[in-house]
């Protein structure tokens, strides 16, 4: 039941004066409608100007709107007393804790140009460094982009480099339960010149690899410009991908906004069963408080299928 039905007038009133101080006289977005279906996850900063800028308030306000998972790409940049911070709170809210960056090799060629021990050695540290972070955030998954393509070697060549280096990784990451999820990306609009763009390379990757710990995320909004076909592709890799994301296209705004259908595709992803997290991994179409509430209504629309 409603807290608000057993509060005076009085402190309804202090309340509303509160929240309009921190949103600069504008109105919150809604309270919790209930749980999703899907373990849907807001990255921080997404509902900032509900919540104010503090973090744990807006864990908070992700939870009491009833976002069941959070994610993060600069987690590991974060200090290790804000990560505590953070892990704290969303165990306390029962959150999921979606994927941070472990390892992004997207501005050299190295991962799939060298396979040699200095250059691993430095990828086992890399690795190591993000086992601590997920420990202190109780994260699953990290995300790891290889490198961009080496105009110096065949591709055949770059593709038993990368599954060698990750091999190693995958050594690292194994015994303390982590996974690596590698995300293709899309040349055609924000990273020309990466190696990994489609899922099915990927998937060809992770068979080589062949560990518990190298996995696939499919970003449906990288693979509608890439390759299309979301859900056959979907199908075909499936066991080998262990985290998903989304954004609509064009523009990588929230679901209805494009010409993505995510209300099929979330009904299809439930009735697989998927049990994993879905990253809210765009920017909100339209600004402010206003905004915020559009990507919460957008999402509670998809989810009721």
Same mark, same amino acid.
């Given at each position: 039941?409603?807290?608000?039905? =057993?509060?005076?007038?009085?402190?309804?009133?202090? /309340? +509303?004066?509160?929240?309009?101080?921190?949103?600069?006289?504008?109105?919150?977005?809604?309270?919790?409608?209930?749980? =999703?279906?899907?373990?849907?996850?807001?990255? =921080?900063?997404?509902?900032?100007?509900?919540?104010?800028?503090?973090? %744990?308030?807006?864990?908070?306000?992700?939870?009491?709107?009833? =976002?069941? +998972?959070?994610?993060?790409?600069? $987690?590991?940049?974060?200090?290790?007393?804000?990560?505590?911070?953070?892990?704290?709170?969303?165990?306390?809210? &029962? $959150?999921?804790?979606?994927?941070?960056? @472990?390892?992004?090799?997207?501005?050299?060629?190295?991962?799939?140009?060298?396979?040699?021990?200095?250059?691993?050695?430095?990828?086992?540290? /890399?690795?190591?460094?993000?086992? &601590?972070? /997920?420990?202190? *955030?109780?994260?699953?998954? #990290?995300?790891?982009?290889?490198?961009? *393509?080496?105009?110096?070697?065949?591709?055949?060549?770059?593709?038993?480099? #990368?599954?060698?280096?990750?091999?190693? $990784?995958?050594?690292?990451?194994?015994?303390?339960?982590?996974?690596?999820?590698?995300?293709?990306?899309?040349?055609?609009?924000?990273?020309?010149?990466?190696?990994?763009? &489609?899922?099915?390379?990927?998937?060809?990757?992770?068979?080589?690899?062949?560990?518990?710990?190298?996995?696939?995320?499919?970003?449906?909004?990288?693979?509608? %410009?890439?390759? @299309?076909?979301?859900?056959?592709?979907?199908?075909?890799?499936?066991?080998?991908? +262990?985290?998903?994301?989304?954004?609509?296209?064009?523009?990588?705004? &929230?679901?209805?906004?494009?010409?993505?259908? !995510?209300?099929?595709?979330?009904?299809?992803?439930?009735?697989?069963?998927?049990?994993?997290?879905?990253? $809210?991994?765009?920017?909100?179409?339209?600004?402010?408080?206003? @905004?915020?509430?559009?990507? %919460?209504?957008? !999402?509670?629309? *998809?989810?009721?299928?």
């Amino acid at each position: 039941m409603n807290r608000r039905d =057993f509060m005076t007038a009085g402190v309804l009133a202090g /309340a +509303a004066a509160a929240v309009a101080s921190k949103s600069g006289g504008q109105e919150p977005a809604s309270g919790s409608k209930g749980k =999703f279906k899907l373990k849907y996850a807001p990255h =921080f900063g997404m509902f900032k100007n509900s919540a104010g800028k503090d973090l %744990i308030d807006q864990v908070k306000f992700m939870a009491d709107q009833g =976002f069941p +998972a959070l994610e993060d790409n600069g $987690m590991m940049r974060k200090p290790i007393e804000l990560q505590r911070k953070i892990a704290a709170e969303m165990a306390k809210r &029962e $959150m999921t804790m979606g994927v941070f960056v @472990g390892y992004s090799g997207g501005g050299n060629t190295d991962m799939v140009s060298k396979a040699d021990k200095a250059y691993q050695d430095s990828l086992r540290k /890399a690795m190591k460094n993000a086992v &601590e972070t /997920a420990k202190r *955030v109780n994260a699953t998954w #990290c995300t790891v982009v290889p490198s961009s *393509v080496s105009l110096k070697l065949e591709e055949a060549y770059q593709t038993a480099n #990368c599954v060698e280096n990750l091999k190693v $990784m995958s050594e690292v990451c194994e015994p303390a339960g982590l996974i690596m999820v590698l995300e293709p990306l899309n040349w055609w609009t924000n990273h020309p010149g990466l190696f990994l763009r &489609e899922i099915p390379q990927a998937y060809q990757i992770c068979k080589a690899v062949g560990s518990p710990s190298c996995k696939i995320l499919d970003d449906l909004y990288h693979q509608q %410009i890439q390759e @299309g076909n979301l859900i056959p592709n979907m199908d075909k890799a499936w066991e080998e991908i +262990a985290y998903i994301q989304v954004g609509d296209n064009p523009g990588r705004k &929230e679901p209805t906004t494009g010409e993505i259908n !995510y209300k099929n595709i979330f009904k299809h992803l439930h009735q697989k069963g998927f049990k994993g997290v879905i990253g $809210m991994e765009h920017g909100n179409s339209k600004p402010g408080i206003e @905004g915020e509430k559009a990507v %919460i209504a957008a !999402y509670r629309e *998809v989810d009721s299928f």
